[in-house]
C-alpha cells in the first residue's frame, strides 16, 4: 500500500556518500521527517551501483523506521533494483509510463514528475499515487491552481525550488505534499558533520506544515 500521502515532507538526500548517510537521517527522523529519497546516479555504473548500495544499507539500518524511496528512476529495469534494495516508492523526473506500470505491479508507490495537463493525466491514468510537479518552487502558487481547475481530483507534490519559506503557500495553494533537496538535506551541513542543524532545519519544516 502507498503511503506518499500520508507524508507531507519527503527529504531528497541526493550524492550523500555512504559514510554520511546513516548520521543525515538520523538527524532527520530527529527532526520529525522521516520520508526519504535517495537518488541514484546515472554518472557511471560505478556511480549508479554506489547509490543502489547505499539504499540497501539505509534499509536494512531503519527498517520501517523511516518511508524510503528511491529518486531519478528511469527504467523498469531500475525499479525492480530499488526494489530490491528495500526502496518502498519510485521517484522519476519524468513521466515513463513503463516505469510507472512496473511500480505498481510491484506493489510500490509511483510518483513521476510531469508539467503539463497532458503528461500529469497520463501519469495519473497509468497509475501513478502521487504527480510530482517540477519546478514547483520556480512557479509559485499560480500554476497548481489553475491546473487543478480541470484536475482537481489528482494528488500533487511540489518539487523543485521548495523551502521552508514558501512550502506552506504551495501547500496552502493546493499541493498534497513537498519533496525538499538542497535546502533541507544541505551538503555543506553534512560534510561539516553539523548533523544538529540539519536536524533544527527539519524541525522548522515540519512547523510550516
Given amino acids: 500500500m502507498c503511503k506518499l500521502l500520508d507524508h ?16 543525515t537521517i538520523q538527524a532527520l527522523i530527529d527532526g520529525g521527517i522521516n520520508a526519504v529519497e535517495l537518488p541514484l546516479s546515472h554518472k557511471s555504473k560505478e556511480a549508479y551501483d554506489k547509490t ?7 534499509h536494512d539500518t531503519f527498517g520501517d523506521k523511516i518511508y524510503l524511496g528511491a529518486g531519478t528512476v528511469l527504467s523498469p529495469e531500475e525499479v525492480e533494483k530499488a526494489a530490491e534494495m528495500g526502496a518502498e516508492y519510485m521517484i522519476s523526473p519524468n513521466m515513463d509510463v513503463e516505469v510507472i506500470k512496473k511500480t505498481k505491479e510491484l506493489g510500490k508507490g509511483s510518483m513521476p514528475g510531469a508539467f503539463t495537463a497532458t503528461e500529469v493525466l497520463t501519469a495519473y491514468n497509468a497509475g501513478a499515487d502521487v ?20 484536475c482537481d481530483f489528482i494528488p500533487y507534490a511540489a518539487v523543485g525550488g521548495v523551502n521552508a519559506d514558501n512550502m506552506k503557500s504551495l501547500l496552502d495553494a493546493g499541493y498534497n505534499m513537498v519533496a525538499v533537496g538542497g535546502n533541507l538535506v544541505n551538503k555543506e551541513l553534512v560534510m561539516k558533520e553539523d548533523y544538529k542543524q540539519i536536524t533544527e532545519l527539519a524541525k522548522k519544516y515540519i512547523q510550516n506544515v
Avoid at 8 to 23: L, N, Q
Avoid at 52 to 58: E, Q, Y
Fill in 8 to 23: 507531507k515532507i519527503v527529504a531528497i538526500a541526493r550524492g550523500i556518500d555512504e559514510d554520511h548517510i546513516i548520521p
Fill in 52 to 58: 543502489l548500495k547505499i539504499i540497501k544499507k539505509v
Fill in 131 to 150: 504527480v510530482k510537479i517540477f519546478p514547483a518552487g520556480n512557479f509559485g502558487e499560480s500554476y497548481i491552481k489553475a491546473l487543478q481547475g480541470p
